[in-house]
């Protein structure tokens, strides 16, 4: 064998190597996501796909405006927006606020670790088990109501996942409960990052808590606390089994979500375009905020 | 300029209530449940409500673990669960090592796919992938469930995996390179040696959503010998009279493993996350 031919072998082969690596995962996103996405995409451009003896019709952009301009969608979609955007929000505020208290100095280390254990706890349940433990809590006869209503805090029996005012806000806050420990953990691990050195100065300036608070730690967070809300903001939106489980959308769908709702058009009325186009809308609005994550995540790198 | 004892003291006490107050929060819905798992059927509403009543017994786990449908459920989770987490291991180890120690032309496109594809909604999916997977001639089988959750736990397993690698320095693995040993070599006796503790939090990390998924492991499957817990609790409620007892029971013991790996791993498993999903 002659030599450069040799060397051109081993060049090539280097430059081969890293999609070698790469190839197992390649395939498996190009099979199981890439196709699917696309054949969720003609899907949502035709009629009659599926369970239809009818043969398919393309109907280019019709689907998506008899889905955005139907009234059940839009109330799919304000549900959905007020869920992901209030879990986000409280998600923050408590996972920062337990964060801030475990990262205490008057505290030992014992005492912090097992509390860190108990604030975590929520996050090892699944969702399925999350809606099972809440459906025991708020059950009319259940102790959340036995509690606030010893406590006067309301005068009467609520239907907590079955009434129409309710029930949204019940399942905001089961999700709210079974979401922040993923904040406070990434939290703790923010504030150990963050140099003794800035408090130091901070307090030499003259300055006092809240100002430390406001001017070190919400700036030093800042990175985390985006990319954090945004990865939050499309899991919410991604959001099934919980509600599922919990209402199933009802009562009268007042917690009917996109993912809800798309799962029913699919498997319960078999409009399976209709479906589509909805899965599609979901993803564009995945995508839309994901384009900020993807950025967050590029800036964090460099 | 810390202030008086006084003033420490007062702030000791602030913070003790607002941690004992966050722990309610926290630990008294599990609470009750584990409790409500020992209690009849008849008793878990039973006015006023009692933490641990007169009915206490170990019945619930007794029916639970003495019926075979029910730990076939448990067989079935963790069956998949371990192949999903050797699986996506070894996948994101290869792939880790690839985006942390080579530079190619489609480098940042294909990590940009990588990163997006966590953003991409499993209802989405889900119209297609049925088809796709009756196609595929695997529908009910544990393949199309490894399959299927690999493709939700490889990109953060990915993102965390080259996170790690980027940590440790290029030379250790070029003085292997220039003793003569491949590039396998170098990753296999070499990183990953070195990499325990982050392939540890990633392993952690998918067992943790392979044994909770719940959308695809209900579509996916047909027959009770193929389900996992997850469904098995959710048959459970579908059932005329809810038996309450045995539905808390077999969530307790279905968040177990859960709790364990947890418990035993949350060093890693904190550090894995936060060196992969916000590099702060």
């Known amino acids: 064998m002659s030599e450069p031919a040799n060397i051109g072998w081993e060049q090539r082969k280097r430059k081969l190597l890293p999609y070698g690596y790469l190839s197992p995962t ?33 109907v280019g952009l019709d689907n998506y405006e008899e889905v955005l301009t139907n009234r059940k969608f839009r109330g799919a979609l304000s549900n959905t927006m007020y869920f992901s955007i209030v879990s986000v929000v409280v998600h923050f505020i408590i996972g920062l606020s337990f964060a801030l208290l475990l990262n205490s100095r008057l505290l030992s280390a014992n005492v912090k670790a097992i509390f860190r254990v108990i604030y975590i706890l929520p996050w090892v349940f699944t969702a399925s088990i999350i809606a099972i433990l809440w459906r025991l809590l ?13 406590l006067g805090i309301i005068p009467e029996l609520n239907e907590w996942l079955s009434d129409r005012k309710l029930a949204l806000n019940a399942v905001t806050f089961i999700n709210i409960w079974s979401g922040y ?66 209402t199933g959308g009802g009562p009268l769908r007042s917690t009917e979500v996109l993912s809800t709702y798309t799962y029913k058009a699919a498997f319960s009325s078999h409009e399976y ?30 | 300029m810390i202030g008086s004892r006084r003033q420490i003291l007062v702030r000791k006490i602030l913070i003790w209530i607002a941690l004992i107050l966050g722990a309610c929060f926290a630990g ?62 070894v996948t994101s180890i290869l792939a880790g090592y690839s985006f942390s120690r080579y530079d190619f032309r489609f480098k940042k496109f294909l990590n940009l796919i990588i990163i997006g594809v966590q953003s991409v909604p499993p209802i ?41 690698f980027n940590t440790l320095p290029r030379d250790l693995d070029e003085a292997v390179m220039i003793d003569g040993g491949g590039s396998f070599v170098t990753l296999w006796r070499i990183l990953v040696p070195i990499s325990l503790p982050g392939i540890v939090a990633v392993g952690v990390y998918t067992f943790m959503l392979a044994w909770n998924e719940f959308l695809f492991a209900l579509t996916l499957t047909r027959t009770n010998d193929m389900r996992t817990v997850p469904i098995g609790i959710h048959l459970l409620m579908g059932q005329h009279s809810f038996e309450w007892n045995q539905m808390l029971a077999l969530s307790v013991l279905g968040s177990l493993p859960v709790l364990i790996l947890f418990l035993l791993f949350q060093r890693y498993f904190i550090a894995g996350m936060s060196a992969g999903s916000v590099k702060g």
């Open chain 1, 181 to 246: 420990p993923f904040y406070m953990v990434s939290f703790l691990a923010g504030l150990q990052g963050i140099p003794d050195d800035l408090y130091e100065s901070g307090r030499v300036d003259g300055g006092n808590a809240w100002q430390l608070f406001r001017h070190i730690t919400l700036p030093q967070l800042r990175p985390i606390i985006i990319s954090l809300a945004l990865l939050d903001f499309i899991w919410t939106i991604h959001q099934f089994t919980l509600i599922w489980m919990t």
């Open chain 2, 124 to 164: 989405t999916l889900m119209i297609p992938y049925f088809g796709l997977i009756v196609w595929l001639g695997i529908y009910n089988s544990y393949t199309a469930l490894v399959l299927t959750y690999m493709v939700f736990t490889l990109s953060y397993a990915i993102i965390m995996m080259t996170g790690y």
């Open chain 1, 26 to 58: 390649l395939l498996l996103l190009a099979a199981l996501t890439v196709i699917p996405i696309g054949t969720v995409f003609l899907y949502s451009l035709v009629d009659n796909v599926i369970v239809n003896p009818n043969p398919p019709v393309f």
């Open chain 1, 138 to 150: 708020l059950n009319p006869h259940g102790v959340v109501n036995f509690v606030l209503l010893e």
């Open chain 1, 273 to 302: 375009s209709i479906a589509s186009t909805i899965a599609m809308v979901i993803l564009a609005i995945c995508t839309f905020v994901a384009i900020f994550y993807v950025r967050s995540q590029r800036m964090a790198d460099e």
């Open chain 2, 28 to 89: 008294l819905p599990v609470l009750w449940m584990v409790s409500s798992s020992f209690k009849s059927n008849l008793e878990i509403f039973a006015y006023p409500p009692a933490l641990i009543d007169y009915s206490f017994s170990f019945d619930a786990y007794k029916a639970v673990l003495s019926d075979p449908g029910q730990l076939r459920f448990f067989f079935n989770s963790y069956l998949v669960a371990i192949m999903v987490t050797i699986c996506t291991v």
